[in-house]
């Protein structure tokens, strides 16, 4: 192969690989440096999607000029380094890392090679979930757990007996039954989502650093020095295969051993399947991303191997990866990228937020160019400054976050956030709230266009007054061009003053007179959550609804009395009464009654002292509905006193599952709670309607 310089000289591959070796050495620098923080100091520096670019480029490199290709790379090497406190464990067998498929595209080519190999149409494979944890092996000799140790740099691990036996569901001997003289069990220790934020919680209350994610948790927790420490933290552990077995007939085939451990008490993850070829690989990949979610723990992919273990031995292994198996992972949901300023918002309520304005980056398959900080304290404990590389994390529907600053990336014109003492909307004095954190403009929604505008949004928005159509621009040019003073003047604005906006026609402008018109027929919760009074949401609306039935009732109400409200705190108590003590709000809620909105007022529960029909019950919407909205179905449940929640969980007691219900209703059966199809709902709320 000859490549020409400028498009004049012939040039040698020899001289390209010579121009290559500075970025091998480079790529081989950082690669070797991140691994030791990833699986050694268990504090990753950049994301794994970073990590995986750079590994793939060195490895691409390797393959197209085999002359530049050392035998300690970090393309043939597993893990990182051993800490000095732990006592070295070399492995029987070595704990080899898997080869990697980031595209549909890979997961066939994976098959084919298996399907040519094996001289058969399609493989036949064990497809597992990817634990973002830390890998350890499991010794037992004659049933008794006698060392545990971590994956290390896959030849030899760290002894972490002392620390594995304080994990409740690792058994530290196997039932008390024909056991085998040596088996040696591979998984992963991880952290679920919820013990992870309970310990961050902990460490805040405690002084003490927090973790950066679970898999760093459960890292850094197993790795104490002090086992009791461990013991404290809530640990788990899933096993996904068998490197020795002496004195056991293990089954022929990947998917039966998962189920020979399980019976022997290990702890193995239930989402597991036998598929086929590539449509059984994909099909196994779109179901777990669908609910990826709602498990409990993180993973960051799925893992196929190959299930019959006479064709594993048959396909055997490469340096550092076995040929029959691959890791699908997801789409990155954290990556690198450079904060280009930090403006600041102001809500509905005042407060004011810092957004960071970042380089565009594809990032949980989305573009992503804002991601919010949320206040000043938070900006100061990632230690993030204008011009920073920054680690962005999206997942699923979540608002992107900025995880933390690659501080040793700062440029020498990097310059930190400075919360400005004034609105930058109406030019406001500023004062930080008596929890010590958020900022709040001073102006109020009279003065500040922002809470103007912000609060008019959520007025119309769906959930509340719900009035199709009145979007975002046209409050923009309502406020700007001073066509309405506060939310009680649409009501009274009339076809000129609707047409007086830029490219409103009049067939728009009746439409949405006629939207207006709807909606002054409301509920009193959706009046109550369409004020906008801060710290009542849509829940807490429909239970002072529920609770006291009037208005009058509401706005009337003592803090103490709105304390026997079930779910409203001193918090909430405080600021429903701070709203009817202002004349301001008074005046605006008479002036939107004066304006036609009305709505059935009724005993309330506080009144008759009645217990509602659905009281103590949560309910969990999933599915479509034929003959109401989920909206509807949630008011419907509200009003006889239920609760409604958007996840499954120990606490929920009823389902209601339309057409395709998808895994919250899986995770329902899982739990044992009642599913009530749309006609058992029908007939369970039918009386209400009367």
Not at 393 to 400: C, F, H, K, L, Y
């Amino acid at each position: 192969m000859r490549y020409r310089r400028k498009g004049k000289f012939p040039v040698s591959q020899t001289i390209c690989e010579r121009n290559l070796r500075g970025r091998v050495a480079w790529l081989r620098k950082e690669l070797n440096r991140h691994a030791h923080a990833y699986h050694t100091l268990d504090a990753p520096l950049i994301p794994d999607a970073e990590y995986d670019r750079l590994f793939r480029e060195l490895q691409r490199i390797e393959e197209r000029y085999p002359a530049l290709l050392v035998s300690d790379s970090p393309t043939h090497r597993v893990g990182g380094g051993l800490l000095s406190r732990f006592e070295p464990v070399r492995h029987a067998i070595p704990m080899r890392s898997l080869q990697n498929a980031l595209s549909p595209a890979e997961v066939e080519a994976f098959d084919r090679r298996i399907a040519e190999s094996l001289a058969v149409s399609e493989g036949v494979y064990s497809a597992e979930l990817k634990f973002d944890g830390l890998a350890v092996s499991l010794r037992y000799e004659d049933g008794n757990l006698i060392r545990a140790a971590t994956r290390g740099d896959g030849l030899a691990g760290e002894d972490v007996t002392a620390n594995i036996r304080a994990i409740r569901g690792i058994p530290p001997y196997l039932p008390d039954m024909p056991v085998p003289s040596v088996l040696e069990v591979r998984g992963e220790v991880l952290m679920f989502k919820a013990d992870f934020v309970r310990l961050n919680e902990q460490q805040r209350r405690e002084g003490l650093k927090e973790f950066s994610n679970p898999r760093n948790a459960a890292a850094g927790s197993l790795r104490q020095k002090d086992a009791r420490i461990t013991a404290k933290r809530a640990l788990h552990f899933f096993a996904y295969s068998v490197a020795l077995a002496e004195g056991l007939a293990l089954p022929p085939t990947q998917s039966d051993t998962l189920g020979c451990l399980k019976g022997l008490g290990i702890p193995v993850c239930d989402r597991h399947r036998v598929v086929r070829g590539v449509s059984g690989m994909m099909g196994f990949f779109q179901d777990v991303q669908a609910e990826r979610e709602q498990l409990p723990y993180e993973i960051d992919g799925v893992v196929y191997k190959v299930d019959a273990f006479q064709e594993q031995d048959k396909l055997g292994f490469l340096s550092r990866v076995p040929r029959f198996a691959v890791a699908h992972k997801f789409a990155p949901q954290e990556a690198l990228t450079k904060v280009l300023g930090i403006d600041v918002q102001v809500g509905r309520t005042g407060v004011l937020t810092p957004v960071a304005r970042l380089q565009a980056i594809f990032v949980g398959g989305v573009t992503v160019t804002n991601a919010t900080l949320h206040n000043e304290d938070e900006i100061r404990r990632k230690d993030v400054w204008i011009g920073d590389t920054v680690i962005v994390r999206r997942a699923g529907d979540v608002i992107p976050e900025i995880l933390a600053s690659v501080s040793e990336r700062r440029p020498k014109d990097a310059r930190p956030f400075v919360m400005p003492q004034e609105c930058p909307v109406c030019g406001a004095p500023v004062a930080r709230e008596e929890d010590g954190i958020a900022v709040r403009c001073s102006g109020g929604w009279m003065r500040c266009a922002a809470q103007k505008k912000s609060g008019l949004q959520h007025f119309v928005s769906r959930k509340a007054m719900d009035v199709e159509g009145l979007g975002e621009q046209l409050i923009e040019q309502l406020v700007d061009k001073g066509v309405i003073n506060n939310v009680s003047d649409l009501y009274r604005l009339d076809m000129d003053g609707w047409c007086s906006l830029a490219r409103m026609a009049e067939k728009s402008a009746r439409n949405i007179m006629e939207a207006l018109q709807r909606s002054r027929q409301t509920t009193l919760a959706r009046f109550l959550y369409a004020l906008g009074i801060r710290h009542v949401g849509e829940s807490t609306a429909h239970t002072l609804a529920d609770y006291f039935g009037t208005l009058t009732a509401i706005a009337g109400a003592t803090a103490a009395q709105l304390c026997e409200v079930t779910d409203v705190g001193p918090v909430v108590a405080a600021s429903v009464r701070a709203f009817w003590d202002n004349p301001d709000n008074v005046r605006l809620v008479e002036a939107l009654k004066s304006g036609g909105i009305t709505w059935e007022e009724r005993a309330g529960a506080r009144q008759d002292d009645a217990v509602l029909p659905l009281s103590g019950r949560v309910f969990v919407l999933t599915g479509t509905l034929e003959s109401m909205t989920r909206e509807d179905a949630a008011e419907r449940i509200q009003r006889m006193g239920g609760r409604v929640s958007g996840v499954v969980s120990a606490r929920t007691t009823d389902v209601v599952a339309g057409q395709n219900a998808g895994s919250k209703l899986r995770k329902a059966e899982q739990l044992g709670i009642a599913i009530l199809g749309e006609s058992d709902f029908l007939q369970l709320t039918h009386h209400d309607q009367n």
